[in-house]
């Protein structure tokens, strides 16, 4: 996973005084039991020998470092409430509809919304779960954006730039640049940098992995090297 820490510093301890040390558990374990479910299903669908780790330290920072970003993005008036929410949705079993309703119902979100905000965040998580669980198995050498059928010009795009399988560890786009659109719009990545979609909410977009015994090359070339060929023509 891409380190979620600003600075590298460890702020949990703060956090969890901000936002109360019950509430972070409670989003600590959705995020957990969300990567445990696709390591799992990733490991499946590749008939890997063993057992996804979730023990492993870079799944273990993923977890807490997501679930403090999570909080922090969330307005003060909705966070508290959104995370019992989740948490208690979590321990329950219930769906991402069933999350979603919750969460509309308690913070006056129109349906939509709430339902966009559940979707988004656990597909972030999914995704780039599947992505230590491909580096996990060792069986997987590169990772390929697979441009949803009426995907959005931004997704288009990552797709015209990177057109090649890349290293799993390697961002389709880093944190903080401005994907211009095939269309002439622009969108501020400032969330983090996109390690899998979903690139934005209500994106389709997924990632299909390249197998280590399969001809397809992985491309080494960074974000900018690419942008600038591309440019170019």
């Not at 330290?57 to 909705?78: G, N």
């Not at 309703?101 to 988004?120: D, F, L, Q, V, W």
């Not at 890349?166 to 400032?190: C, H, N, R, W």
């Not at 197998?211 to 992985?218: N, T």
Request: aromatic letters at 6%; proline letters at 4%.
């Amino acid at each position: 996973f891409n380190d979620l820490s600003e600075n590298g510093l460890d702020v949990s301890a703060a956090l969890s005084d901000e936002i109360g040390l019950e509430q972070l558990e409670a989003l600590q374990k959705f995020v957990g039991s969300t990567v445990q479910l696709s390591g799992e299903e990733a490991f499946d669908t590749l008939g890997a020998s063993i057992e996804f780790d979730m023990t492993s330290p870079a799944i273990e920072r993923y977890v807490e470092q997501y679930s403090m970003r999570l909080s922090r993005v969330l307005t003060d008036t909705t966070r508290r409430e959104m995370e019992r929410i989740i948490g208690r949705g979590v321990e329950e079993g219930l769906t991402t509809e069933n999350i979603a309703t919750g969460i509309r119902e308690a913070t006056h979100y129109s349906k939509p919304r709430s339902r966009m905000i559940a979707r988004t965040e656990t597909r972030m998580i999914y995704e780039e779960a599947r992505v230590e669980a491909w580096e996990q198995s060792e069986l997987v050498k590169g990772k390929k954006w697979n441009l949803a059928s009426g995907g959005c010009q931004f997704c288009k795009q990552i797709t015209n730039i990177r057109p090649d399988a890349i290293p799993l560890k390697q961002a389709f786009v880093p944190k903080g640049y401005v994907l211009q659109g095939t269309e002439g719009g622009s969108m501020k990545l400032d969330y983090k940098a996109t390690m899998a979609p979903p690139l934005h909410p209500n994106c389709r977009c997924s990632m299909v992995s390249v197998l280590r015994d399969e001809p397809e090359e992985v491309s080494e070339r960074t974000w900018n090297d690419v942008e600038q060929e591309w440019k170019l023509g």
